[in-house]
Protein backbone atom coordinates (compact mmCIF):
# COMPACT_ATOMS: atom_id res chain seq x y z
CA UNK A 1 0.00 0.00 0.00
CA UNK A 2 0.99 3.65 -0.68
CA UNK A 3 1.97 5.74 2.39
CA UNK A 4 2.47 9.70 2.63
CA UNK A 5 6.01 9.38 1.61
CA UNK A 6 4.86 7.98 -1.75
CA UNK A 7 1.73 10.28 -1.74
CA UNK A 8 3.71 13.06 -1.58
CA UNK A 9 6.23 12.01 -4.15
CA UNK A 10 3.50 12.03 -6.13
CA UNK A 11 2.93 15.35 -5.88
CA UNK A 12 6.26 16.79 -6.70
CA UNK A 13 6.58 14.17 -9.20
CA UNK A 14 3.29 16.43 -10.98
CA UNK A 15 4.94 19.67 -10.04
CA UNK A 16 8.16 18.57 -11.87
CA UNK A 17 6.08 17.71 -15.32
CA UNK A 18 4.03 20.39 -15.47
CA UNK A 19 6.93 22.63 -14.55
CA UNK A 20 9.03 20.64 -17.35
CA UNK A 21 6.20 21.70 -20.37
CA UNK A 22 4.71 25.11 -18.72
CA UNK A 23 7.24 27.63 -19.81
CA UNK A 24 5.04 30.97 -20.03
CA UNK A 25 1.30 32.29 -19.83
CA UNK A 26 2.00 32.77 -23.85
CA UNK A 27 2.50 29.16 -24.96
CA UNK A 28 0.33 27.83 -21.87
CA UNK A 29 -2.35 30.08 -23.42
CA UNK A 30 -1.73 28.92 -27.31
CA UNK A 31 -1.32 25.40 -26.63
CA UNK A 32 -4.44 23.11 -26.13
CA UNK A 33 -2.57 20.04 -25.89
CA UNK A 34 0.02 21.83 -23.16
CA UNK A 35 -3.12 23.51 -20.99
CA UNK A 36 -4.94 20.04 -21.41
CA UNK A 37 -1.10 18.23 -19.84
CA UNK A 38 -1.20 20.79 -16.90
CA UNK A 39 -4.74 19.91 -16.01
CA UNK A 40 -3.98 16.56 -16.28
CA UNK A 41 -1.20 16.84 -13.81
CA UNK A 42 -2.97 19.39 -11.48
CA UNK A 43 -5.82 16.58 -11.57
CA UNK A 44 -2.75 13.95 -10.17
CA UNK A 45 -1.69 15.90 -7.85
CA UNK A 46 -4.73 16.74 -5.74
CA UNK A 47 -5.75 13.23 -6.26
CA UNK A 48 -2.24 12.47 -4.36
CA UNK A 49 -2.78 15.05 -2.01
CA UNK A 50 -6.24 13.69 -1.42
CA UNK A 51 -4.54 10.19 -0.21
CA UNK A 52 -2.42 11.93 2.39
CA UNK A 53 -3.53 10.65 5.66
CA UNK A 54 -5.45 13.07 7.93
CA UNK A 55 -2.99 12.94 10.91
CA UNK A 56 -0.06 14.50 7.89
CA UNK A 57 -2.48 17.08 6.67
CA UNK A 58 -3.51 18.31 10.37
CA UNK A 59 0.19 18.15 11.05
CA UNK A 60 0.73 20.35 8.16
CA UNK A 61 -2.28 22.25 8.35
CA UNK A 62 0.56 25.25 6.51
CA UNK A 63 0.20 23.03 3.20
CA UNK A 64 -3.68 24.13 1.30
CA UNK A 65 -4.50 20.62 1.43
CA UNK A 66 -8.03 21.64 1.19
CA UNK A 67 -7.85 23.69 -1.58
CA UNK A 68 -5.61 21.64 -3.23
CA UNK A 69 -8.18 18.54 -3.01
CA UNK A 70 -10.67 21.12 -4.31
CA UNK A 71 -8.85 22.22 -7.29
CA UNK A 72 -8.51 18.92 -8.39
CA UNK A 73 -12.32 18.45 -7.81
CA UNK A 74 -13.38 21.61 -10.00
CA UNK A 75 -11.03 19.93 -12.56
CA UNK A 76 -12.11 16.52 -12.98
CA UNK A 77 -16.43 17.48 -12.42
CA UNK A 78 -16.32 20.45 -14.07
CA UNK A 79 -14.09 20.34 -17.00
CA UNK A 80 -16.57 22.38 -19.55
CA UNK A 81 -16.06 25.41 -16.74
CA UNK A 82 -12.09 25.15 -16.40
CA UNK A 83 -10.68 28.88 -15.91
CA UNK A 84 -7.04 28.93 -18.16
CA UNK A 85 -6.10 31.89 -16.74
CA UNK A 86 -6.71 30.29 -12.58
CA UNK A 87 -4.72 27.41 -13.92
CA UNK A 88 -1.96 29.41 -15.02
CA UNK A 89 -1.89 31.82 -11.68
CA UNK A 90 -1.81 28.40 -9.71
CA UNK A 91 1.01 26.71 -11.86
CA UNK A 92 3.10 30.39 -11.76
CA UNK A 93 2.53 31.43 -8.06
CA UNK A 94 1.47 28.33 -6.28
CA UNK A 95 3.23 25.58 -7.32
CA UNK A 96 6.40 26.99 -6.20
CA UNK A 97 5.57 27.26 -2.45
CA UNK A 98 3.90 23.92 -2.86
CA UNK A 99 6.98 22.42 -3.87
CA UNK A 100 9.00 23.88 -1.46
CA UNK A 101 6.43 22.92 0.81
CA UNK A 102 6.37 18.78 -0.01
CA UNK A 103 9.91 19.14 -0.31
CA UNK A 104 10.28 19.93 3.77
CA UNK A 105 7.99 17.55 4.57
CA UNK A 106 9.52 14.56 2.90
CA UNK A 107 12.81 15.61 4.13
CA UNK A 108 10.82 14.90 7.86
CA UNK A 109 9.29 11.49 6.15
CA UNK A 110 10.92 7.97 5.82
CA UNK A 111 10.08 5.72 2.72
CA UNK A 112 7.46 2.79 4.68
Request: charged share 25%.
Amino acid sequence: MRGDFERLQDVLEAISKIEAQASSAEAFVADELLQVWVVYHLQILGEAASKVSLDLREQYADVPWKQIIGMRNILVHDYFGIDCDLVWTVVERDLPTLKEQITAILQTLSPA
